[in-house]
């Protein structure tokens, strides 16, 4: 059995981190290269960083707020948003990311994913799926939680795992900024549907 880990996610919004509900009503929270200097010193297991607006926003991560945050961390460091080629990775890699979250843009070319996990290695391609309890199952969203798919949960884990995917990245909506706990039943259907690393 793998350890637990301890992951904080940090959500980036106009180079400033904040916390929302549900994906929206988002309020300001700091500064993510102060953040970051903070979680080093607790000996966190990993940092992930999201910018929540990229996709949205058509454009790629905030390149210049990972180098100043890397600069700091000394855990590996994981950063999703916008992230739709093998160039952008590349360049995340290169700004000083371990590891890459692709969200969308897997739903809309998986394809991607497969060449990403060939290009970079498995290890390196963290899939994060978006999902809502509707009508007794999990349906997957993109956009940050503003696009629903006609993707069933199940369907699209076990798609990501087969083409080379190298761990789970599990959001609920409904459980978002709620302060209620998880969502322990979600968890426990995707790891009956993957045998990869899962962060909740």
């Known amino acids: 059995m793998l ?10 919004k106009n180079g400033r981190m904040v916390k929302g509900k549900q994906f929206s009503d988002f ?24 910018d929540i607006t990229a996709t949205n926003e058509g454009r790629e991560t905030n390149f210049e707020i990972i180098e100043l945050v890397s600069k700091e961390c ?19 890699l290169k700004a000083g990311a371990d590891k890459v979250v692709i969200n969308t843009a897997a739903v809309n070319t998986s394809q991607f994913v497969e060449d990403a996990a060939a290009v970079f290695g498995s290890q390196c391609i963290v899939i994060g799926i978006d999902v809502r ?12 939680g ?3 798919t006609d993707l069933l949960l199940e369907e699209h ?16 909506i409904d459980c978002d900024g709620m302060m209620k706990g998880y969502d322990l ?14 962060i909740a």
């Open 3 to 12: 350890k637990v880990r301890i992951i904080p996610i940090l959500l980036l």
């Open 27 to 50: 309020r300001d929270t700091g500064d993510p290269v102060f953040a970051s200097r903070i979680y080093n010193a607790q000996f966190v297991d990993e940092l992930i960083f999201l």
């Open 74 to 92: 000394f855990m590996p460091l994981t950063i999703g948003g916008g992230i739709s080629n093998i160039s952008q990775i590349r360049k995340l």
């Open 133 to 144: 309890y509707e009508e007794g199952r999990y349906v997957v969203y993109t956009n940050s």
């Open 146 to 148: 503003k696009a629903k």
């Open 157 to 172: 884990i076990v798609n990501m795992e087969r083409l080379g995917a190298g761990e789970i990245f599990i959001n609920s």
């Open 185 to 198: 039943e979600l968890i426990k259907l995707v790891l009956t549907y993957t045998t990869l690393p899962v």
